[in-house]
């Protein structure tokens, strides 16, 4: 990546490059491969006189020129920075000229307008034209506002097609890359979607609120008294008018959609006002909250909990001194991801205290909201989670990303397996290596269809509405998940679902669904569950976790006259492990 602001030039890239409309945009694109060395010129295109007198005062261009045909003649890259509604005009312009080989490129809001404006103007679509648009800009407008840096750290999105010149689509990826920004490609139809979304609807409601609230006799204190949330909100409405005119008229098939599905939420809004529906405000407001942070992980990929710093630290230990007091260590991931698990599956609300915020139990936390489930919290380790029943569930947005938990990934399996809609688990590089089969194949044998990727990798895509019939399955190797995946999928499947174990394993699933009232029998290493059970909603106090216990059961063991209490540990007797151990051993427990 070249640095622009680097003293040493780089390597000439291409010939001349010639920028058709010197605004904010077209300048920075200018200005910023003219300082970074990489065109051998850079020629300017613009009606304005006074901006071709200023762009070349301002280092913006080499030379300007008010003849288009002339500026084209014997260009290498030619680059439509335009108002977007004169794009037709122009590219109908550049049609009848000879441009030789160059590669035609464009920084329309809209893609595909331009798209069809090109169809029409050639007859075909250019294969050396690339549409293109940069995430980019600025409260500020015109060739003196041009900024070599403008475009560094920002998305450039190319939208090539099936007829697109891969070399054309490699040099103008260069380009955008040689200014910092970050280069990613998309069909044209879902960049329409995507920007009319993120950006072309919240400037049509920071427009129109603006103007709504200065038609009101009292916008004076309107204006006067507007907190930080508002000017924040509305700050976008000093925008370009003309541009964001043009904007909306060129993008207006997605900008419609992407309205009224806002509109539809907006209504059911107002309706929960209106009706003082508290749990429904709730819900949408906790989903909004986390909803930014979440996205924001999803595309950085980063786990729900961020890393601890890493510090070369020495620790230097002597005999002797003892281990006193009373102590609580954090609360049991298991029981944590299952705690939201049948909270959620209750019919009612459950309130859960001592929950492990453990980047795997965020997880599962954030995937039940996804499936529209309104859960408060975690605050100082208390959810309250408002259950809404076996077959509440409701789609997901998009696939549900569970970081790193493989935890949530094989419960989820199970629980999702048997739902009416389809759904798809995703998580990061590390769980993307990690195969689900042993928890896929026996799902499949009651009927799931599930699809994978090698090897039973994720992500995984369970297709909904397939009707689960209860199996007896003998698992081949003991495993808690592969277990309580089959008895969440059991709670749906016709029958009585039982699991034969070749091993003792942990048992929280069925004792916390004994909890919330459902009948679940365990003989002779085999567990049986009727479906069609409604759970019932409850107070769960998450137990302190045996496993971070151990490291105090063992230092108050090992130094002689300690006198420990670890409060609220839970002592289940498939996790009991240490304690017999140092109770052979001689320790006083």
């Known amino acids: 990546m070249v640095d622009v602001t680097s003293l040493q030039p780089a390597a000439p890239m291409i010939g001349r490059l010639v920028v058709v409309g010197l605004g904010l945009i077209g300048g920075s694109f200018a200005k910023g491969l003219k300082e970074s060395g990489l065109c051998r010129e850079v020629v300017g295109v613009d009606l ?118 891969p070399l054309a689509l490699a040099l103008v990826d260069r380009l955008w890359s040689a200014l910092g920004a970050d280069v990613e490609h998309m069909q044209v139809e879902r960049h329409d979607e995507v920007l009319a979304a993120t950006s072309h609807l919240p400037h049509l409601l920071a427009f129109g609120l603006v103007d709504s609230l200065a038609k009101r006799n009292e916008n004076l204190d309107i204006f006067r008294y507007a907190a930080g949330g508002f000017r924040d909100f509305t700050r976008i409405a000093g925008s370009d008018p003309v541009m964001w005119h043009d904007i909306f008229l060129a993008n207006r098939e997605a900008v419609l959609r992407t309205l009224d599905t806002f509109r539809s939420d907006l209504d059911a809004l107002r309706d929960a006002v209106d009706a003082g529906d508290g749990h429904q405000l709730l819900g949408v407001f906790t989903r909004a909250r986390v909803a930014r942070e979440h996205f924001g992980k999803i595309l950085a990929r980063r786990a729900y909990v961020e890393q601890a710093t890493c510090a070369d630290l020495k620790f230097i230990g002597k005999p002797g001194g003892v281990v006193r007091g009373r102590v609580r260590v954090p609360g049991d991931k298991s029981i944590s991801h299952r705690a939201i698990m049948l909270g959620s599956l209750a019919q009612g609300t459950s309130v859960v205290e001592g929950f492990l915020e453990s980047e795997d139990a965020l997880a599962t936390l954030q995937a039940f909201r996804d499936l529209g489930v309104v859960i408060e919290g975690p605050h100082h380790g208390r959810l309250t989670i408002h259950g809404v029943g076996l077959n509440g569930l409701q789609p997901a947005p998009g696939p549900l990303y569970l970081g790193n938990s493989g935890t949530s990934m094989r419960l989820l399996c199970g629980l999702l397996a048997a739902q009416r809609f389809d759904s798809v688990l995703t998580g990061d590089a590390s769980l993307s290596r990690h195969s689900m089969t042993r928890v896929v194949e026996p799902l499949r044998q009651m009927g799931a269809v599930i699809d994978t990727a090698e090897d039973g990798r994720p992500p995984l895509t369970l297709r909904g509405g397939q009707g689960l019939q209860a199996i007896r399955y003998d698992m081949p190797l003991p495993s808690a998940q592969v277990k309580s995946a089959l008895l969440l999928a059991g709670l749906y499947a016709n029958g009585t679902t039982m699991v034969h174990e070749p091993a003792p394993t942990r048992d929280h699933t069925e004792r916390m669904l004994q909890g919330l009232g459902h009948s679940v029998s365990a003989h002779d290493a085999t567990v049986a569950l009727q479906s069609g059970v409604e759970l019932k909603p409850a107070r769960i106090e998450v137990p302190a976790d045996i496993s971070s216990a151990a490291f105090f059961l063992v230092a108050a063991s090992i130094a002689e006259g300690s006198d420990l209490i670890l409060e609220g540990v839970g002592v289940n007797p498939t996790r009991s492990g240490v304690i017999d151990i140092l109770r052979l051993m001689g320790a006083d427990i």
Do not use: W, Y
């Open 48 to 165: 304005d006189p006074q901006s071709r007198t200023l762009a070349v005062e301002l280092g913006v261009v080499d030379r300007c020129e008010d003849n288009l045909a002339a500026a084209c003649e014997g260009a290498d890259v030619i680059q439509l920075a335009v108002p977007i509604l004169a794009m037709e005009k122009l590219l109908g312009v550049l049609a009848g000229m000879d441009l030789g080989n160059a590669v035609l490129t464009d920084v329309g809001s809209a893609k595909g307008n331009v798209v069809r404006a090109a169809r029409e103007a050639f007859g075909v679509m250019p294969p050396r034209f690339v549409p293109g648009h940069p995430i980019a800009g600025s409260e500020q407008s015109g060739v003196e506002a041009s900024n070599a840096e403008l475009f560094k750290r920002h998305k450039v999105i190319l939208t090539p097609l099936a007829e697109t010149d």
